[in-house]
């Protein structure tokens, strides 16, 4: 199965809590990803928080994203023991 973010939700800094369509959930530390001129205007953590989901993954207005693939990857998986 092909997974996708299907909802995404600011938490602090450089992390964003992901949601997916296979029902894999986690939080991602962006920060150490914002490497070259499509990623420069991200490090501004005002214009890092006003991300919106197309193309099924994270983007922002300059046309920066990263592949669905990459963030399922690196997300930090919250255990189901965690939700209750």
Same mark, same amino acid.
């Given at each position: 199965?092909?997974?996708?973010?299907?909802?995404?939700?600011?938490? =602090?800094?450089?992390?964003?809590?992901?949601? #997916?369509?296979?029902?894999?959930?986690?939080?991602?530390? +962006? $920060?150490? /990803?914002?490497?070259?001129?499509?990623? =420069?205007?991200?490090?501004?953590?005002?214009? #890092?928080?006003?991300?919106?989901?197309?193309?099924?993954? +994270? $983007?922002? /207005?300059?046309?920066?994203?990263?592949?669905?693939?990459?963030?399922?990857?690196?997300?930090?998986?919250?255990?189901?023991?965690?939700?209750?």
């Amino acid at each position: 199965m092909i997974s996708w973010v299907i909802k995404a939700k600011y938490v =602090k800094e450089y992390r964003v809590q992901l949601f #997916f369509n296979d029902a894999t959930e986690g939080e991602i530390d +962006l $920060s150490d /990803e914002l490497n070259g001129e499509i990623f =420069k205007p991200l490090k501004d953590i005002s214009y #890092f928080k006003q991300f919106k989901i197309v193309g099924h993954t +994270l $983007s922002w /207005e300059n046309g920066a994203d990263f592949a669905p693939e990459f963030l399922k990857q690196k997300i930090e998986l919250v255990s189901p023991a965690s939700l209750i």
